[in-house]
């Protein structure tokens, strides 16, 4: 099947796509990011709800946050469990290596005799689902489902199919917070003042981490999915910020004051 580019696309909704690439980029909490993509999503697609799900293929498992828009708490693991169990027609299509987003009602023609579509119905008024494979993470596969009363236009899908390398983006952001986080916690106590004093943002403090890990400005680059002239306008301001001039200085600085490990 063809797959839209930008078909139908407004200006509106790239003004979308910078205001959630700044959003993510200027956020530093791991545990709310994908909240905070599914509310801009909710709004830009007019969503009933939004489920971000990791699922292990090779041993049929799965787990999930979902948002309708707010939390849907711990009960939609056990509904992911299930639906990875009673093969949804998303968990094929993801087996098969599809990488394209994807609306439900092209993948079977017995979606609304399903018991999924009952359940998704009966319990948040979902009629139609829109899958978007999170290619690229290692481990267990990665994607959104995204539901909605009323089907997704070609319009929806040229949309998904445009944000799905930024979704993308923020999953490996989210990915490399979390690790960050979890590196940094001995020195937590004194790296949330310093941070503050030194007025880092949570990217600035992301590239800084990984420039004392011992990256170069390329690996950081391959990272993060970004450009090496990104990772070295990040590291002008770092340098400004901490009052260095080159790389070996700024990591001892940063070492010395507590904001890396």
């Known amino acids: 099947m063809p797959q839209p580019h930008g078909l139908g696309l407004r200006a509106r909704d790239y003004e979308f796509m910078l205001d959630l690439t700044m959003a993510v980029l200027e956020h530093d909490d791991p545990e709310s990011l994908w909240h905070l993509v599914s509310a801009h999503?909710?709004?830009?697609?007019?969503?009933?709800?939004?489920?971000?799900?990791?699922?292990?293929?090779?041993?049929?498992?799965g787990e999930a946050r979902g948002w309708a828009p707010r939390s849907l708490g711990q009960g939609v693991n056990e509904v992911v469990q299930r639906r990875v169990r009673q093969r949804h027609p998303l968990v094929p299509y993801l087996a098969s290596g599809a990488h394209h987003p994807v609306v439900v009602r092209e993948l079977t023609d017995r979606w609304r005799e399903s018991a999924w579509y009952s359940e998704a119905r009966r319990d948040f008024g979902t009629t139609q689902q829109l899958g978007i494979p999170l290619p690229g993470a290692d481990g267990p596969q990665g994607g959104l489902v995204l539901g909605r009363t009323g089907d997704f236009s070609e319009r929806d899908l040229a949309f998904a199919t445009r944000i799905q390398p930024l979704l993308a983006a923020a999953d490996r952001h989210i990915r490399e917070l979390r690790r960050l986080r979890e590196a940094a916690a001995p020195t937590a106590p004194v790296a949330g003042p310093l941070l503050a004093r030194h007025d880092l943002t949570p990217r600035e403090l992301t590239v800084l981490v990984?420039?004392?890990?011992?990256?170069?400005?390329?690996?950081?680059?391959?990272?993060?999915?970004?450009?090496?002239?990104?990772?070295?306008?990040?590291?002008?301001?770092?340098?400004?910020?901490?009052?260095?001039?080159?790389?070996?200085?700024?990591?001892?600085?940063?070492?010395?004051?507590?904001i890396v490990p």
Do not use: Q
Not at 42 to 60: E, P, Q, W, Y
Not at 220 to 246: C, D, F, M
């Open 210 to 258: 990984l420039l004392a890990e011992g990256l170069t400005a390329s690996g950081i680059a391959r990272r993060l999915s970004i450009s090496p002239h990104t990772v070295n306008r990040h590291l002008e301001k770092i340098y400004r910020k901490l009052g260095t001039n080159n790389r070996v200085s700024t990591v001892l600085t940063a070492k010395h004051a507590g």
């Open 41 to 61: 999503l909710v709004d830009a697609l007019g969503l009933n709800t939004v489920v971000f799900a990791s699922i292990d293929l090779r041993r049929a498992r």
